[in-house]
């Protein structure tokens, strides 16, 4: 059977960390599951394979970039010192702008030119995960979801699987928080006749 992989059948797409790959837990185990089965789509910076490749241990690096490519691999904005010339783009003001406010919200304070504490490279490249995930639209992927939920629901009511006292019941057992529900009734407010719910 062909993979069902990159399908993303939910419309939900998650970047990925380094620390990610070669996970056993639980979690990440489901998580792979999904993606497979074409649910959701898991991804990857230029990043995780940047920080992949430093690891000393030929053995375990080779394992890790291998399991590593079985992910979409979205190119960031070239940081020299930071990224591969191969696997990045030329970034533009937006690009810049989009790095330094999101290493600004994850490292309130601190100086990224400053090398002082260590971290730093740790740091901004933490950040260049956030800004590439952003830039290629993970940031609305909870505008995506909503949507694609509203849907689902609209046509289940239309189909006759569903009536509006399920509508709590679909919410709660995805999860949804109270804005979200409200949402979801909404748009469904402005498609459905109104004797539907």
């Keep these: 059977m062909a993979s069902r992989a990159h399908l993303e059948r939910l419309g939900l797409r998650f970047y990925l960390d380094t620390n990610f790959v070669g996970d056993g837990s639980p979690a990440a185990v489901e998580l ?3 993606h497979d089965a074409g649910w959701i789509g898991l991804h990857r910076t230029d990043t995780v394979d940047t920080e992949l490749a ?4 030929v053995a375990r690096r080779t394992g890790l970039l291998a399991m590593s490519a079985d992910y979409v691999e979205s190119f960031g904005p070239l940081i020299l ?3 591969r010339l191969d696997h990045a ?3 533009n003001d937006d690009d810049g702008a989009r790095l330094n406010a999101v290493y600004a919200v994850l490292f309130p304070g601190s100086n990224r030119s400053d090398p002082s504490t260590g971290r730093a490279s740790n740091k901004l490249r933490d950040a260049m995960h956030v800004a590439t995930a952003i830039r290629y639209g993970a940031a609305e992927q ?3 979801l909503l949507d694609a939920l509203s849907e689902m629901v ?3 009511i239309e189909c006759e699987l569903l009536d509006g006292d399920d509508i709590e ?3 709660a057992w995805l999860d949804l928080d109270a804005p979200m529900v409200e949402d979801v009734r909404a748009f469904l407010d402005s498609r459905l006749p109104p004797d539907a719910l």
């Design 32 to 34: 792979r599951a999904l």
């Design 54 to 57: 430093g690891d000393p241990d």
């Design 81 to 83: 010192d930071h990224s």
């Design 89 to 91: 783009v030329i970034g």
């Design 142 to 144: 909870s505008v995506a």
């Design 154 to 156: 609209v046509v289940m």
């Design 169 to 171: 019941m679909v919410c």
